[in-house]
């Protein structure tokens, strides 16, 4: 996220939606780390526990753009059915 921020800039960074999840889940991620280091317990089945499920949509960006990747969930979900 901080090497896309410097190199796009704030402006342009924000322009892109999936970049804006991205801020979101970094700073979520951060916060829950931080807790995690200062000896808090999180709860598990509050909305730290949603976020780690959340961060998984970061996938569909890559699926978006990588054909071959986008092939593979194809024949995952074909071999789940």
């Known amino acids: 996220m901080i090497v896309k921020l410097l190199g796009l800039g704030f ?12 801020a979101t889940l970094v700073t979520f991620s951060l916060f829950e780390m931080t807790l995690e280091v200062v000896g808090r317990k999180v709860i598990a089945n509050g909305a730290f526990t949603v976020m780690r499920g959340i961060r998984l949509l970061r996938v569909l960006k890559l699926a978006r753009s990588w054909t071959a990747f986008r092939h593979l969930l194809r024949w995952l979900a074909s071999t789940v059915k």
């Not at 402006?11 to 991205?22: A, F, P, S, T, V």
């Open 11 to 22: 402006k342009e960074y924000m322009r892109d939606n999936y970049n804006k999840l991205d």
